[in-house]
């Protein structure tokens, strides 16, 4: 299993553009989420989504919006960038069953904006 | 309003004795808790985690204590080793309130020192 995967690494992009972050997961989780963290803030909730179909707002979710479609993605748009969303963003998932509540997380999107 | 705190950004702790690591939270509608475990580049790893219906959880060298009055919950490493070296991470949910969604302290860097 490779587990949560998120592509890129890395991006920069300049205000006012717009990109998808990539997030998938191959262990058939129900629960998926995005992730943000900055500097002294530990890592805030953006949106999640709790199976195909039905996403829902986190704490910071405005300037993103995501979907659902399939069980094993989730990905995070950027509709307009900003300079306040260079930010470490991680994708996790979680199943139900043993184990329930331990989210699994992907290795990040290192996202700058100009 | 941070509603889990980690009073601590930074812990360092001699190679082989006891780090602790502590947590507060203000939710009492909190029932669930975790902590994770961060090395730099990569995405927080699941370490531990204990019901409010517990006090102690233990795993190994990691010891989760929960005080439910003082909402208050801490993490014991012992022996520490050099491995240990990393962010960690306070989590807490309200899973039996149908809220599966993880708020995050803000960290603390633990140093083990050989």
């Known amino acids: 299993n490779a587990g949560v995967t998120q592509t890129p690494k890395f991006q920069v992009l300049k205000t006012g553009q717009s990109m998808t972050l990539q997030c998938a997961q191959d262990?058939?989780?129900?629960?998926m989420s995005w992730y943000r963290q900055d500097p002294g803030m530990g890592l805030r909730l953006i949106h999640y989504?709790?199976?195909?179909?039905?996403?829902d707002q986190g704490e910071v979710p405005n300037g993103y919006n995501v979907s659902r479609s399939t069980t094993e993605d989730f990905p995070l748009r950027l509709l307009s960038a900003a300079p306040s969303q260079t930010s470490v963003y991680f994708c996790a998932s979680m199943g139900r069953g043993a184990g329930w509540g331990e989210q699994f997380f992907g290795p990040g999107t290192r996202l700058t904006v100009l | 309003d941070q509603q889990v705190k980690q009073n601590s950004p930074s812990l360092s702790v001699q190679e082989g004795r006891i780090s602790i690591l502590n947590c507060d939270y203000t939710?009492?509608?909190?029932?669930?808790f975790l902590w994770y475990k961060k090395y730099p580049a990569e995405g927080p790893t699941f370490l531990i985690s204990i019901s409010s219906i517990k006090d102690k959880n233990e795993d190994g060298r990691f010891t989760v204590f929960l005080n439910k009055s003082a909402k208050h919950l801490s993490l014991h490493i012992v022996p520490s080793q050099p491995g240990d070296s990393a962010v960690y991470f306070c989590a807490a949910s309200a899973r039996n309130f149908g809220n599966e969604k993880l708020t995050f302290g803000t960290g603390t860097r633990l140093t083990i020192i050989p």
């Open positions: 262990m058939n989780h129900e629960y």
């Open positions: 939710n009492s509608m909190f029932d669930y």
């Open positions: 989504s709790v199976g195909a179909g039905i996403t």
